[in-house]
């Protein structure tokens, strides 16, 4: 019964079987047996020694083929999951360019949504904006459906904030990452796409600075049956990880539904955890949480203006207990910090209970907070994420042939 099942979900996934290859990649049964060297023999790639992709880690500027077969990647150090931990995402080469990749690996066996999952990929092959993470091929391999990616070598944003900027970023790479965000959301809402899933772990920086909007595959369409709805009313499933994000019309759920301005709220909750270090109402029980944002209770920027627990700088900028957790609260004691009035004012629009007050993203680019950025963030990025390094060279990581053929990592996990 279990093997049925299983190969029932193999054959419904076998659409996935698609990549942005000009030609199409033989597959071992057609040709057996399968000869790596051959194969690569044929690929007609220049060194990746002086490749700019391979030097700036930034996505390759010309069309590449990558293919569907396991053996035609390396596969390192496993970074991360996804998919409600039915995947696990590892940092790979592209063994015929040379190029860094990002190969997501989620297990058909374990309890998980799979039309929702080939929504996504079907959407992300649709989408083509600089801002969105795109997806170079998808394919099925032993019961497993592996998605190749852009490596986002300084990982996303939760991971900043976890392992080096607890109390937050600097405002000024906020501003450059929520700018990135509201073009790619702005692209999604022209589109008829609600997001449904902004936040810091779905915002990846490349190793050049680039910053890409990830999770579509909480996405939803307003058009049905070539209908443009005003209003979709469908609740997200397996959605608990999202509560702190969700809008205040999305966790009603009445007969009102909810559009495209709730992503705005979440971007205003994302613009709070990108400052403080943690997102809003995490510290408290779910129904709480509800309850405080139907009433229309609006978080706020941590500093000692707005938080009375918070300890101003000038009176503890010596003080041995820097840094360190109060007794009596989770939130971290916020040192020599404080944000500009165009900050708190974008962040207050973002975060109205009332869903008509909420300016849209196109809107917000021209909002004071944003519209003086004149820079790519590009140009800008590295430099504000110092003392942070990106991860250029995966060949130094460490990994061991398995059984299958397909040479895969020791799961080794970053620091979070």
Known sequence: ?????????????????????????????????????QYFKKQNVSSPVDSEHSSRGDFP???????????????????????????????AKHIASGHNVAIRQVDLDKDLDVIALQREIVLCRQIHHESILPYYTSFVHNNEVWTVMPLMAYGSCRDLLHAYFANGLPEQAIAYILRDILCALDYLHGRGIIHR??????????????????????????????????????YPENAQKLLCWFSPEMLEQNLRGYDTKSDIYSVGITACELANGYPPFSDIPATEMLLEKLSGIMPSLNEYTTQPDLIPDENVANSEDSGKETSNTTQTVTIKRSFSANFHHFVKLCLERDPYKRPSAQSLLSHPFLKNLRKKSTSVL??????????????????????????????VYFKR
């Open 1 to 37: 019964m279990i093997a049925e099942e299983n190969t029932s979900k193999v054959k419904s996934m076998s659409f996935l079987n698609c990549s942005r290859s000009r030609e199409k990649v033989s597959s071992p049964t057609d040709s057996p047996p399968y000869d790596k060297e």
């Open 61 to 91: 500027n010309i069309m590449l083929e990558y293919g569907n077969e396991p053996l035609q990647y390396d596969l390192y150090a496993t970074i991360g999951k996804g998919c409600n931990d039915a995947g696990t995402i590892s940092v």
């Open 197 to 234: 899933g902004v936040k810091a772990s779905h915002i990846l920086i490349s190793a050049a600075g680039r910053v890409c909007l990830s999770g579509m595959r909480m996405a939803c369409p307003l058009i049905k049956h070539g209908e443009w709805k005003k209003c979709v009313y469908r």
């Open 382 to 411: 590295p430099s504000l994420l110092l003392p942070v390094t990106p991860l250029l060279d995966a060949s130094k990581l460490p990994k061991e042939p398995v059984d299958n053929g397909v040479d895969k990592a020791h799961h």
